[in-house]
């Protein structure tokens, strides 16, 4: 026993002291880990959805986060916890990077009643009260205006908080991000807009939808700061998150960051995936997985071994299993809840 | 000599007060001087002279109120006629056409006098005994409801376009600026999508957002950001979200502004589940259902009517007078034939009415006040006592709030019925602009009066 701890005193020392010999205080160490955790927790729930999709246990629309985890976990590091997030339909990422269970978030792609929503939203409708995470939007565009809507009524109050809005290129192009953007600046709103940049609106690609690819000099007409961040860089999302939300805060009023990423999977389950090559989603996951990266990253800084990525694995794969069997095995919403929830 | 007449200075405009007078007999202008300060329903506004000349009469005295549209005001000789030569036959000044003449101004009663209950849209039910009235129009009313509701509740703030600094578009927020501030009382860019998307968010955040439409004409730009957003989040979310946010404005035809912004879109929104939809015609409606819609925890959808704005009707002088949302309201008793309607249609089959019982006809007059939650039990029962039902509405036929109606009757009350219900509506095609075409357009009174007698076999 004593010889156990000793070995675990020595190991936690090793982490402070990695390979490279720079010391690296302890928050920080520990929000590395976290932040290789979350992506990988989210990376084998979307694993296990598109698993159970293919089985017929998810229905109707299911978009993916595979090879975006770096965004939404990087940002949600830079929050204060009464910040508020809202984003569209490509949301289990975000929900479970908020904190909320897996086996809540499952459920709800099953339709059960002890999904978040009750089985009522499904993969596009998550939402949780608890962790200030309000959607879950499926309609492209239409969560900008409410996300400054909750940095309006955040400025109301001069309570100090942010809320993040994330949306995604095809979103940039629809009038009411404009019309949210110009009130946001013009009333200086705490809003910090995220466009999750994954290079293709459905199957279109930015440069045949877009005049002006960068998408973060979108505010310049509205004297809005934007930013490109390396949306594959988990680390490189935390500090920028960390300045735009500080700007937000400020009362500086809204900030854009456009996250260039890249999904590896198609639009939703049933994309034919044309309008790419399979070769070019090869190179991005070899040579830039947001994941894979940041683990060899930190196994070269000796934060972690790669025994310590295995056990890892193995206990997120074991969360995201229960998660699967608690999501398969509840019961469908019983048939009164037709009827509830449509008015106070 | 040339008359110069009272101009109509807004589309619904039927009279108004001269507030002051900048001219004064025997002074020479020409044409582009402001010659008076005319205030309409909606705004108090400089009128210009369009000839020059020199004024030789002044007809109506400063301060003087409900001056017709095309009344004669001042008289304007000019190049050299002498002052008491006759006028001119030409009207010079005031080009407005014969405005479209709306159902009367139904009569108000002095401030302070306690009316009887029956006929003036009151029910006994809904107001204690003993309660004075005062006469107000319902642009006022609904002003009060909102100053009283913000008053009463720090998160209530009302944003749109004009409602600020201009006193809002149709002049309902009048005041509103001056008492809570720029903070609460904020004037919104021309971006209907936008700021109906912001205000639910404010209302996600735990604010209770009034967001006003200048007509709902426009609020059509935002219409996802109501059905989608507003109306659906308590229920995609399993009941965590929510949303206390009331969307008002004017709704259906005004006068002479054709197809674009002329349109009921009662239909539209009672089709909705998720939505409350209050469309009132009297004052104390309008008051009592503002307010209880600000409180309320779900999306109000609050329908008014420009042409309405400016009619008086006695509201009960009570601190806090709330009413409940989704219940008609029997208007007029009545053994023959049951007329049922909505915001300005309440106008109509009232007038009807009088037309009707003088021939021996006694109509029963239901009021909706709300579409959703739709009252068809005060419906249905009407029908099982008069056997015949005519309803009345400014939109269109297809798929209207008649066309609803009708079907629960007939599902309901067959077996009452001596006649198949009749559904008189808007003409099926986009508001025409010429005054007589838009007469056409619109159901009359004599239109209501025929189909009560078709029913009643008379």
Redesign the interface.
Known sequence: MARAEATAAAESEAELRPANGQIVDPAALDRLKKFYRDMLLIRRFEEKAGQLYGMGLIGGFCHLYIGQEAVVVGMQAALRPDDQVITTYRDHGHILACGMEPAGVMAELTGRATGYSKGKGGSMHMFSREKNFFGGHGIVGANVPIGTGLAFANRYRSNGAVCLTYFGDGAANQGQVFEAFNMAELWKLPVVYIIENNQYAMGTAVSRSTAEVQLYKRGASHNIPGEAVDGMDVERVYEAGQKAIQWAREGKGPYILEMKTYRYRGHSMSDPAKYRTREEVQQVREKYDPIDTFGARLVRAGVFREDDLKALDREVRQIINRAAEFATESPEPAPEQLYTDVLK | MTQILMPALSPTMEEGKLARWHVKEGDVVKAGDILAEIETDKATMEFEAIDAGRIAKILVPEGAEGIKVNAPIAELAQDGEETGAPPAHAAASAQAPPTRSAAPIDPGSPPGQVLPRSGIGISSREIPAGAEFVTMTVRDALRDAMAEEMRRDESV?LMGEEVAQYQGAYKVSQGLLEEFGE?RVID??I?E???????????????KPIVEFMTFNFAMQAM??LV??AAK??????????CAIVFRGPNGPAARVAAQHSQDFSSWYAHV??L?VISPYFAADAKGLLKAAIRD??PVIFLENEIVYGRSFPVPKLDDFLLPIGKARVVREGAHVTLVAHSISVGLIMEAADVLAKEGIEAELIDLRSLRPLDTATVVESVKKTNRIVTVEQGWRVCSIGSEIAAVVVEEAFDYLDAPPLRIAGKDVPMPYAANLERMALPSVDDIVAAAKAVCYR
């Open positions: 703030f903070r919104t860019p971006t999508q936008g700021f109906a998307g912001l205000g639910i968010g404010a209302a996600f955040g735990g604010l996802d950001q989608n957003s989040t308590l229920y995609m979310s399993g009941g965590q979200m929510g589940p998720g409350k925890p779900n």
